[in-house]
């Protein structure tokens, strides 16, 4: 098994999956899943890091500092493209979830910095969703929390990618500190399938092929990329989603395409 590819904590005895720094051998992204029953909740005093909080599904009130969102009316699925519901909450701010429904909560994490800005619920008027590429290779991308929105460190953003299409691709990697060309960004990919007993293929590969894995990550996994390309394939009959967190040293999403493939974007 791929130390790249986790497979998710279906117990109930906890969160769906938890990865940290100190887990995932890097310095700055963090990810935690719940599912929350109606009327259970999930919280936190507040660390040092900064939250983005995305409400895959169903509904739930969401409290962070001063902020009260009241009962928020979610999608049922994350494949209903449409905007999720999603709260910014800045470092050393408690928060909590309370679930009107049964929900699914994504708890994108990085490190804080300045902390200034306040609690904020994330309206779809600030989720722009596009669709990109062409033929094969076309996805939708709504940008959660986009390097134009105020943050310290995060970026999150979603992307459904048709069945027998490509995403990520071609294939791109954001490793290096070396603006303007390319930034220094970690990266975990929460997948989901549509339907669930399906999998999509996600390989992770550098230049030196000192790393190069290719998964079959199934519904609800996560697969980590702390460097390296890493494109996503989906299979006939089978829809992919997944949620991206990236941070790093700066807040800017540079990436290099591999150039033995970069032919196809002229």
Not at 166 to 175: F, I, L, N, T, V
Not at 206 to 227: G, I, K, N, Q, Y
Request: charged share 20%; hydrophobic share 35%.
């Amino acid at each position: 098994m791929s130390n790249l590819l986790l497979q998710p904590d279906l117990s109930g005895n906890g969160p769906i999956h938890d990865v940290t720094p100190a887990s995932a051998g890097w310095s700055h992204v963090g990810f935690g899943l719940h599912d929350i029953t109606a009327g259970g909740s999930v919280e936190s005093g507040g660390t040092g890091d900064e939250i983005c909080l995305v409400l895959l599904s169903g509904s739930a009130r969401i409290f962070a500092g001063d902020l009260d969102t009241g009962m928020l009316q979610g999608r049922a699925s994350v494949f209903d493209k449409v905007a999720p519901q999603s709260v910014y909450v800045p470092m050393k701010t408690a928060w909590r979830v309370e679930a009107g429904s049964d929900s699914e909560l994504a708890v994108c994490r990085a490190p804080g910095t300045e902390g200034k800005l306040p609690p904020r619920l994330i309206g779809s008027q600030n989720m722009p969703l596009e669709t990109r590429g062409t033929g094969s290779n076309v996805r939708h991308v709504c940008n959660i929390l986009p390097e134009t929105e105020p943050a310290d460190s995060l970026l999150v953003v979603e992307v459904i990618t048709p069945a027998g299409n490509w995403s990520s691709y071609p294939p791109h990697k954001h490793d290096t500190d070396n603006l303007p060309e390319e930034s220094y960004l970690e990266e975990t990919y929460y997948h989901r399938v549509n339907p669930p007993q399906g999998y999509v293929l996600h390989r992770v590969y550098d230049d030196s092929r000192e790393l190069d894995e290719t998964m079959a990550a199934e519904d609800r996994t996560v697969v980590l990329v702390p460097r390296g390309y890493h494109p996503v394939g989906a299979p006939h009959g089978y829809e992919s989603y997944y949620l991206n967190v990236m941070a790093g040293p700066k807040r800017i999403w540079k990436f290099k395409n591999d150039p033995a493939h970069e032919w196809m974007l002229s």
